[in-house]
């Protein structure tokens, strides 16, 4: 399903003027033109070859490639257009870089225990197995939605852009070793690591949970956009501390709904 490699139905418009096609063997080297090329005007031979500004382009295939602790994402893209192949490109290149792109889904597999990847967990109990669909994040990070959230989340990123409201995420489902690291970092006082929940014991195990950038919180257009609207798509607000976490839980959102509001304890 398209919900689960969305990228096969978007377009893209390239807005770095500098966006240089690189090599189908090794990513990381650009390609330049030879002798032999159709030169556009204005470059000569050992120039780099660029996809021209303002150039709306379809997506072929996508490489998830590890960069130091960061991924990186390149895209094989072809002018959407006319067609014209071009190659593959840093996906940076594109107005708004590639944010919300689902990039397949994952698959509990066959006697997956209670440490998998697609494991969940509960109240410090592990309580199962969910099928997991990979997003990437505000930060050109990879996350995961579960199956069951990333619908309604969509429907919820779609009805925001139709008010020029941009929703993405920063963080979804984590798996427990993610939720130990988080925790066990957040005790030893590491810097950049913020108050975490024990492994097994956060919402953001058991596939309702994801963190929402909202700016600040009440005031700001994306808070004040998700106070009106998240509850018609099953999000409610369920950490009074947290602005900016958010949990698929349609119950208790329409419960919130009927109270005029967007929180558990409003």
């Not at 940076?92 to 440490?115: H, M």
């Not at 919180?217 to 009106?228: F, R």
């Amino acid at each position: 399903m398209a919900i689960y490699d969305n990228y096969r139905e978007k377009t893209f418009l390239v807005s770095d003027p500098d966006a240089r096609v690189r090599s189908t063997g090794d990513i990381w080297a650009f390609l330049t033109y030879a002798a032999t090329d159709d030169i556009p005007a204005g470059s000569v031979v050992g120039d780099y070859i660029l996809i021209p500004k303002e150039t709306t382009v379809s997506v072929r295939d996508v490489r998830i490639v590890p960069a130091g602790k960061r991924n990186r994402f390149f895209a094989d893209v072809e002018d959407a257009v006319s067609g014209r192949h071009f190659g593959w490109t840093a996906t940076t290149n594109f107005q708004g870089a590639f944010r919300n792109v689902t990039l397949g889904k994952i698959d509990p597999e066959s006697g997956a225990g209670r440490y998998a990847e697609t494991a969940a967990w509960s109240r410090g109990d592990y309580v199962g197995q969910v099928a997991l669909v990979k997003i990437v994040d505000a930060g050109l990070e990879l996350e995961n939605l579960t199956q069951d959230t990333i619908e309604p989340y969509f429907a919820m990123v779609q009805a925001a852009a139709a008010d020029s409201i941009v929703i993405v995420i920063n963080s979804g489902f984590r798996t427990y070793a993610a939720q130990k690291y988080l925790y066990d970092n957040w005790k030893k006082g590491v810097t950049g690591f913020n108050l975490a929940a024990k492994p097994g014991h956060s919402n953001h195990q058991n596939g309702t949970a994801l963190d929402i950038p909202v700016s600040g919180g009440p005031g700001l257009p994306v808070y004040d956009w998700l106070a009106v609207h998240a509850t018609s798509f099953g999000f409610v607000r369920t950490v009074k501390s947290e602005y900016w976490h958010w949990e698929y839980r349609p119950s208790d959102a329409a419960e919130a709904k009927t109270r005029n509001a967007h929180t558990l304890w409003d």
